[in-house]
């Protein structure tokens, strides 16, 4: 099983950025995704999360300026990041939830069991 980040970069503020999560190996169709991100000398923290029939769950801070959303024929998902800040810099990992089926998804890093390398967002001021 395998998670593949991918669409990090170099933005302004107030600009946008969609980054991609592509899952192999296993059926991610029936499992939440969620995105995490880790700041420079910070702690690693949630950012939204999709149940597998798409609810979305966001982080306070990110709410109503991200998206999440899936493409199960594609077993991918996406995380759409508009008006950034600098302090959405950060690496941005995409995770797998451990139970199938979950209706209802949290910010619990615990939760997830497969994890992807992380894609580099970079917001200038």
């Known amino acids: 099983v395998q998670l593949q980040a991918s669409g990090g970069g170099l933005v302004q503020a107030g600009g946008s950025l969609r980054v991609s999560c592509a899952g192999y190996?296993?059926?991610?169709?029936?499992?939440?995704m969620g995105w995490f991100r880790q700041a420079p000398g910070k702690e690693r923290e949630f950012v939204a999360a999709i149940t597998w029939d798409g609810i979305g769950n966001y982080a306070d801070s990110v709410k109503g300026r991200f998206t999440i959303s899936r493409d199960n024929a594609k077993n991918t998902v996406y995380l759409q990041m508009n008006s950034l800040k600098s302090s959405d810099t950060a690496v941005y990992y995409c995770?797998?939830?451990?139970?199938?089926?979950?209706?209802?998804?949290?910010?619990?890093?615990?939760?997830?069991?497969?994890w992807g390398q992380g894609t580099l967002v970079t917001v200038s001021s």
């Open positions: 190996g296993r059926t991610f169709s029936i499992y939440a």
């Open positions: 995770a797998a939830d451990k139970a199938p089926y979950r209706s209802v998804v949290t910010g619990a890093a615990s939760e997830y069991n497969y």
